[in-house]
C-alpha cells in the first residue's frame, strides 16, 4: 500500500512529490496526460529556448517559495524584457499609439528553456517508478485505514490502495469527474465550485520570428489591443535571446466559442493582428498555439460558462484547505493557496500546507512527535512541542470561527458578527495553550528572568505569529465567498479599518496569554525553588 498517492503531476503535485521522497515516504503521481506538468507548457526548439504556452514569469519580490526554488535547483533565470515603447491599439483602422517610459512586469522573470526546466529538474529526484502516466482518476472511497483509488487507464479499470491521497487538480474538475465514497459535505462541494480555474476559458499564443524587429525599433514588444475586433488582447516579448529565440507571445481577447469557430483561419487573423499592431508586414517564422478551454484535463464546465476571468484570486476558499475523510484526503493545486492562489507561487504553497499537515500527522504517529525531541535539552524539546502544537491548530481554530459565525447567524445577530467569532476562537486557543504549557516539563534554573519576564516568553509568544495571520488569510477569503454573509456588506468584504480593529482586539488577548504564559513560567521556577528548599 503507498503511503501517498498523488493526483495530478502539475508543480504542486511533483514539488509535493520530490518533498515526500526526499522525507522517506512511499510516493507515486498519477497524471491523466501523457507528460507531466499540468498547465506548464513549454514547446521545445531545436535550437535551445522554449515558447511557454502555460505560465511565464515568476516574481521574487512577492513570491519567495519560487524564487528559493529556482535558486535551490541553480536553474538560469533572467528578467523579462521591459524596456522600450509600450503600444495600444485602440481602433482597427488606425494606428497603434505610443506610450513612452511604461514598465508593465515589475522584476518578473523568466526560466532559459522555458517554464518546463522547472519540472524537469523536480523530476529528476524522484525514481522513475515513482510517475504513472495516463492514469485519469474516476473514483475514491474512503476505506476506514486507506483510500482505494479508481483509475482509467485506455485499458480496463485499475485500482489502488493508499494511507492517504493528495488531489493537485483544479476544483471544479474534480466535482465534475470524480466520484467520492462518500460524497464530500456540502460546504466543500459549494466551496470547489466556486473556484475558478486559472487560465482554464483562456488561450495563449507563441509566435517566432527571425529577429526581434519591435526591439530594433525601440519597442518593448508589450502591446494591448482594445477595439472590438480584437484577436489578442494583450501582447509581450517572449525572446530568450541568448538561445537564439525571438517571439512575442500573447493572450487571445476571442472567447473561446468564436476561437472554436475560426477554426483553421485563426493562425491567419493572428499574424494579421501583428501586422496592425507593430505597424509592419511580418510573416512569422512558426506559430504556437494552446487553447485551455478546449483542454478537458484543464477546463471544467463550469469554467466555460464562466467565461472572462483569469483565475487567479490570490487566496483561495480556506475550505479547500481543510483535510478530509480523517485527515486522509487533501485538496491541492494552486487554486486552493493561502497567497498566490492562481500562480506558479501558489501551487509551492499548496504543496508546503500539504507537507507540513503530513509530518504533523506522522509526528502524532510516533508516540506524539516524542521521538522527534527526546535528545534535546528539557526547555529545548518543550519549547519545540509546544511550537508544534501551535502549528497544527490553524484548521481547528478556523472550524471554530466557522461554528461561532453560524451560531451567531442562526440567532439573527448582526453586529460585529466577524469581529466576535474571530476572537472567541482565538481566546478560546490561546486558553487551551495555557493549558498544553502546564504539561510540559522546564529546567528554569538558569533561565534568564529581566523585568519580570522569563527569556523562554518569547520562544512561546514566536508561533503564533504565523497562526493569526493564517487564521485572518482564511478568515478574508472565507467571508468573501459566503453567501450567507452576502446580506452584510461590511462583513463579507471586511474593510481595512473592521480587519485593524479585529487585530487589536486578538492582540489585546495575545498580550493577556502572554503575561498568563510567563506568569506560569515564573510559577515553575518558583515551586522549583520550594521543593529545593524544602530537601
Known amino acids: 500500500m503507498l503511503d501517498v498517492a498523488i493526483i495530478g503531476g502539475g508543480l504542486c503535485g511533483v514539488a509535493l512529490a520530490r518533498k515526500l521522497h526526499l522525507r522517506g515516504h512511499e510516493v507515486a ?14 514547446v521545445a526548439r531545436d535550437g535551445g529556448g522554449g515558447v511557454d504556452l502555460g505560465p511565464s ?25 521591459d524596456e522600450g515603447v509600450v503600444l495600444h491599439l485602440r481602433e482597427a483602422e488606425k494606428s497603434a499609439e505610443r506610450i513612452d517610459d511604461k514598465r508593465l512586469y515589475d522584476d518578473a522573470r523568466r526560466l532559459h528553456g522555458g517554464m518546463t526546466t522547472l519540472l524537469k529538474a523536480l523530476v529528476r529526484a524522484l525514481p522513475a517508478d515513482a510517475v504513472h502516466l495516463g492514469h485519469e482518476l ?35 474538475l474534480l466535482r465534475e469527474t470524480v466520484s467520492f465514497t462518500p460524497p464530500l459535505d456540502d460546504a466543500t462541494d459549494q466551496a470547489m465550485l466556486g473556484t475558478e480555474t486559472w487560465m482554464a476559458a483562456q488561450a495563449k499564443v507563441g509566435m517566432e520570428f527571425r529577429d526581434a524587429f519591435w526591439r530594433e525599433r525601440g519597442l518593448s514588444g508589450s502591446a494591448f489591443v482594445t477595439h472590438e475586433q480584437a484577436v489578442i488582447g494583450e501582447i509581450f516579448d517572449a525572446c530568450d535571446m541568448s538561445a537564439g529565440l525571438h517571439a512575442l507571445g500573447g493572450f487571445l481577447a476571442l472567447d473561446a466559442d468564436t476561437r472554436k469557430a475560426f477554426g483553421v483561419g485563426l493562425p491567419i487573423l493572428l499574424e494579421s493582428q501583428i501586422c496592425n499592431v507593430f505597424g509592419l508586414n511580418v510573416e512569422p517564422l512558426q506559430i ?16 466555460r460558462a464562466q467565461q472572462g476571468g483569469d483565475g487567479t484570486h490570490d487566496v483561495a476558499n480556506p475550505l479547500l484547505r481543510q483535510p478530509l475523510w480523517d485527515k486522509k484526503l ?10 498566490n492562489a492562481g500562480y506558479l507561487e501558489g501551487a509551492l504553497d499548496a504543496a508546503r500546507r500539504i507537507e507540513r499537515a503530513l509530518a504533523s500527522l506522522d509526528a502524532k504517529k510516533t508516540n506524539s512527535g516524542d521521538a522527534l525531541f527526546d535528545d534535546m535539552p528539557m526547555n529545548e524539546a518543550s519549547l519545540a512541542r509546544f511550537s508544534a502544537w501551535v502549528d497544527a491548530r490553524a484548521d481547528e481554530v478556523f472550524e471554530n470561527y466557522r461554528r461561532r459565525l453560524n451560531r451567531a447567524l442562526a440567532s439573527q445577530e448582526r453586529d460585529n458578527l466577524t469581529q466576535v467569532a474571530v476572537l472567541g476562537a482565538m481566546e478560546e486557543v490561546f486558553q487551551q495553550a495555557l493549558g498544553v504549557l502546564a504539561t510540559l516539563p522546564f529546567e528554569m534554573d538558569d533561565v534568564a528572568i529581566e523585568r519580570g519576564r522569563t527569556a523562554l516568553t518569547p520562544s512561546i509568544q514566536k508561533p503564533f505569529g504565523d497562526l493569526l495571520q493564517s ?4 478568515v478574508v477569503a472565507f467571508n468573501q465567498t459566503s453567501c450567507a454573509l452576502s446580506n452584510f456588506p461590511g462583513e463579507h468584504k471586511l474593510s481595512r479599518d473592521y480587519t485593524q480593529v479585529i487585530m487589536q482586539d486578538i492582540a489585546a488577548a495575545w498580550r493577556e496569554f502572554s503575561l498568563a504564559a510567563n506568569g506560569l513560567l515564573l510559577a515553575k ?6 521543593q529545593e528548599t524544602s530537601r
Not at 487564521?471 to 482564511?474: A, E, H, S, T, Y
Not at 521556577?525 to 520550594?530: E, G, P, V
Open 57 to 81: 514569469w515568476f516574481w521574487p519580490k512577492t513570491q519567495p517559495l519560487i524564487a528559493q526554488l529556482v535558486k535551490e535547483l541553480a536553474l538560469p533565470d533572467f528578467p523579462q524584457h
Open 288 to 303: 504556437h498555439y494552446q487553447d485551455w478551454a478546449s483542454e478537458r484535463l484543464t477546463c471544467s464546465a463550469a469554467d
Open 330 to 339: 487533501f485538496l491541492g493545486g494552486s487554486e486552493t493557496a493561502a497567497r
Open 525 to 530: 521556577r518558583d515551586k522549583a525553588q520550594m
Open 138 to 172: 474516476a473514483g475514491l472511497r474512503d476505506c476506514g485505514d486507506h483510500v482505494m483509488l479508481e483509475f482509467k487507464t485506455g485499458e480496463e479499470p485499475m485500482e489502488i490502495a493508499a494511507r492517504r491521497v493528495v488531489l493537485s487538480l483544479p476544483p471544479r
Open 471 to 474: 487564521i485572518m488569510d482564511d
Open 29 to 42: 503521481i498519477f497524471e491523466a496526460r501523457d507528460r507531466l506538468g499540468g498547465r506548464i507548457l513549454t
